[in-house]
């Protein structure tokens, strides 16, 4: 088991020269209103993706925050070490999982903590991670499960330099889960694309129904996250050492491909047409993963398969 699609070891460092005032300039530019003067262009966008565009100057202070903040954590978390081996696999891929874990379980404290200051009314109180606890949550997703891995992988490799043992990989049972999970996640997938409805007409027949369909909507945006997490950490049906191998890879890859489109659209896309961005955000590293995982382990099996079939053959 070894590391594939790594940086050059070099870029660890480039990487902590980039995130340390990307996050500087995040903080400023977010809770502070600063902005860059130098970074005003005149571009032509749409606010919204059905709206007709306009020609508008736009700072691009949080652009180039964010792009150094995510290049910078990419280069730390991918770069090489001196010596990459097995065991540096191992920890890489444990704390790929734990970043993408924790970043869940943290962004469904953060919906518990958005419901209840709307339940009790509370907006101007501090939540979870802000005023609107999920709502600013979006924006910290950008980068948070690249951060809890930088935080995760460092602490496995300089507490267990000299150790070798590595923290026990499990996974979840393949059944009832993934048939739950697969079931689950496609329910949530279409359903909102079935109800691309115009729903100011639905509205005006049935105040009602027009509500239910909003609660349906809210429910496939809460629960897919969960069922996603639930068919990536699901074992396969035969699972062993060269699956662990392919999870990594394929885990490497999503979080590649992921971040590259994020980055794409953080410099071209603006306001709300990035928050639904943002949105997406919150279920494409897991369904970039599932994706990659998923064909490699059947190009992977259908070539085990022509070759035992061209041995007994032959």
Known sequence: MKSKYLFPRSFQ?????????????????????????????????????????????????????????????????????????????????????????????????????????????????????????????????????????????????????????????????????????????FLCLTIPLLLQIDLNVIIEIDESLANKFWIALGICHLLLPLFLLLWAFSKNANEDEFTKQLRLESMQLAILFNYGLLLAANMFVFEGSFLGIMGLHMISPLLFFIIIFNFICNKHYWQVMREVKGGLLS
Do not use: C
């Open 13 to 185: 460092l480039i990487g902590f020269i980039l995130a340390l005032p990307g996050f500087i300039l995040g903080y400023l530019s977010v809770y502070k209103n600063f902005e860059i003067a130098a970074l005003d262009f005149n571009v032509k966008y749409r606010k919204f993706p059905q709206e007709n565009a306009i020609t508008q100057i736009q700072n691009f202070t949080n652009e180039i925050a964010l792009a150094l903040v995510i290049f910078g954590l990419l280069f730390i978390a991918f770069a090489k070490f001196k010596k990459e081996d097995e065991l540096t696999a191992k920890l890489r891929l444990d704390a790929l999982q734990w970043g993408i874990l924790v970043n869940y379980i943290l962004y469904y404290m953060a919906y518990i903590s958005h419901v209840i200051l709307i339940e009790t009314g509370v907006y101007k109180a501090k939540g979870l991670f802000g005023p609107y606890g999920e709502t600013d949550f979006n924006l910290y997703h950008l980068f948070t499960p690249l951060l809890i891995f930088v935080l995760r992988f460092y602490y496995l490799i300089y507490s267990r330099r000299d150790r070798f043992r590595v923290p026990k990989l499990t996974y979840l049972p393949y059944f009832p889960f993934r048939v739950v999970s697969k079931w689950g996640s």
